[in-house]
């Protein structure tokens, strides 16, 4: 099926596809820009995401924001969504069979927005987007192209704000993320 933004967002609006949408209080879409170069993904709403319908504006949201911030990138310009679009129920991964119905969303979004850059945060988002074996601790910071778009997997920040020893392979990734950001805008303005 071929979406266009009008279409994603009325479909969504009443999804009923999986058992997700009894709980939830607002499907959580996206937010940013929608021709960003650079996209984040990650893996469900959580309790604040499910109040706003927003993501990423609880706690991890706000260290994201932070973490775009010290390399001069603001959340308005980049694209933010998820793999499950509604709350699962007291934070828990997101089973196979959820996934699996909401995908085709993620995948049109990722359709629409067309970046160039697409940072998986955590697992879930890794393993559902790059290749189902991804560790996250194993697999973090390296580049894998596809089709012209790179990929790559980082720690989810709430990982982070659980683990503080995780922030400096963390900080090394967006480092990362920031020289290629720079290396397509500089190729772009030639
Ligand atoms: N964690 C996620 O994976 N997504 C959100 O939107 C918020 C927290």
């Not at 927005?113 to 996250?136: F, H, M, Q, S, W």
């Not at 601790?137 to 982070?160: C, Q």
Request: with cysteine; hydrophobic share 35%.
């Amino acid at each position: 099926m071929r979406y266009d933004w009008k279409r994603l967002y009325s479909e969504l609006s009443d999804c009923r596809k999986c058992g997700l949408c009894e709980a939830r209080h607002n499907i959580v879409i996206g937010d940013g820009n929608p021709h960003a170069k650079l996209m984040f993904i990650g893996e469900g709403p959580g309790r604040d995401e499910d109040l706003q319908g927003i993501p990423f504006v609880g706690a991890a949201g706000q260290l994201l924001d932070k973490m775009l911030r010290a390399i001069d990138i603001e959340r308005q310009d980049v694209y933010i969504a998820n793999v499950v679009k509604c709350r699962p129920p007291n934070n828990r991964v997101p089973t196979y069979e959820e996934a699996s119905m909401c995908l085709p969303y993620l995948r049109a979004q990722y359709a629409l927005v067309r970046p160039e850059i697409v940072v998986c945060l955590g697992a879930t988002a890794a393993r559902n987007i790059i290749d189902k074996d991804i560790y996250i601790t194993r697999d973090r910071g390296r580049w894998i192209e596809k089709n012209s778009v790179w990929f790559m997997a980082t720690y989810h920040p709430a990982a982070l704000l659980r683990d503080e020893s995780k922030k400096r392979d963390a900080w090394e990734d967006l480092k990362s993320i920031k020289r290629r950001y720079d290396s397509i805008a500089k190729q772009q303005n030639t």
